[in-house]
């Protein structure tokens, strides 16, 4: 294939329609959807299972309550009309990973219809798109439909051994795991009006934080309990109707959601600027290869030939009990942003790092009340920059390190009244984070606080200036990028133990003298 055009260029001519279909495990809940096995995630094979997750014949299924309040929580929290009358399908299926044959699901009255989440795309991902006003902050805000959240089962895993990546092909033995067969599944699907890969990423991360906020599922993409398929056509600006979709099936990042659906993006681009058409497959991306696999090509859309199942009663949810479950709807990461924004004067693109996080907003609360108005700014930089940086480099969580709240409360205050200057705050918190060290004690023994003495600096910086009067000069004719050489000296006479700021303020009023 020719090389393909970047997005930007692509997007001057087309518009891409990108429509995402969300799985979730509802890993917090104890028992299975339809019988009273327990769920387990790495148990001993086949040790969780009935007749009824085996599918024998006989066997009666029962739904689980907590299940339907999970879904009816993620329906009340994404905007969704709640559906009161709906049923369960068969849907015809044949796979060993189910013994029964058919999955059982909902038919085209889902528990939840008609939804919506807002998205705020950041400066960086607002590059995707042109043809959008931009916040002050070079955000955007945008509204993405949620068509239905619907109530289904997830099937058991098969383990492919002899071949090469456990795949079936070359295969000498394919075994199969029923613990999972039966596991409560919720799918969302959204309504095709995302329109760049990072509108997607960002839905997916929106939706993320919801379902953990709410305790539905532990939300991991590495696990598989989150996952979704991504489905992008292309069509001319101006033009209304869809072009043919490709979808990428089983994806278990962020990342690979955002670049799969870029790679098709570009790929689409290049065929039909070629002249090809687009055919209806599923396609796989590899993300080592970089590029998108064909899997499978739909000619004629899938016959599942669902019914209702015969076996479960249609369901009527009283107003009492939808009422029942939005009680329990805990505050919704908008709402937390709103407060933040509200309560700790924060600017919105601060409160949206820190709520993006639970473990972010959550130690952020606890500091904050120690601490006055004017030092929150201080402490939310503290954790969206630094501390996010430690945990992504240490690729591990707030909890896996040795920081309290109250070690942070302390390195705040001092920071703020200027005893710790910001090379000297990160030392500290770093210290702080892998061992858990004494602030105070550490501060002394390092002996990290600056001089209060600012006259001995005032002095040397006014030597620097004596000594060096060319450089003095050529700043005053405009060379103004000479303030580097001069803190730079300062830097390095004091050996980092001034503040970066003071020194630069103290610098540029003498030489503007
Ligand atoms: P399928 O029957 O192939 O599963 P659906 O109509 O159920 O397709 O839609 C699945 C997902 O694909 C939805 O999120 C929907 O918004 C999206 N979608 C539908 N048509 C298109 C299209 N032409 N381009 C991009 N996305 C689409
Ligand atoms: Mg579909
Ligand atoms: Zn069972």
Redesign the pocket.
Known sequence: MKTMKELPEIFKDWEAVIGLEVHAELTTLNT?MF???AQSFGDEPNT???P???GMPGALPVPNKAAIESIILAGLATNCDIEKETMFYRKGYFYPDMSKNFQTTQGPKAFCMRGHLNLNIDKLGAKERTDIDLNEDGSYDTRIGIERIHMEEDAGKMIHVGGSEGRISGAKNSFVDYNRA?TPLIELVTLPELRTPAEARAFMQKLRQVYLTLGISDCSMEKGSLRCDGNVSLRRHGETKFGTKTELKNINSFKNLHDGLEYEIKRQCAVLEDGGTILQETRHWSPSDKKTIVMRVKETADDYRMFPDPDLAPFSLTDEFIDGVRAKLPELPDEKIERFVSDFELDSSDARALVADFEFSELFEKCASELDKSQLKKLSNLIVNNIAAHIKDKKCSIKDTKLEPQHLVEIVKLASDKTLNSNSTKKVLEAVLDKGVDVAEFVDNQNLAQSTDSSEIDAFCKQLLQYNPDKVAAYKNGKTGLIGFFMGQVMKHTQGSVDPESANELLTKLLNE
């Open positions: 299975k019988c009273g096995c969780h299972t009935c009824v997750c085996l039966g």
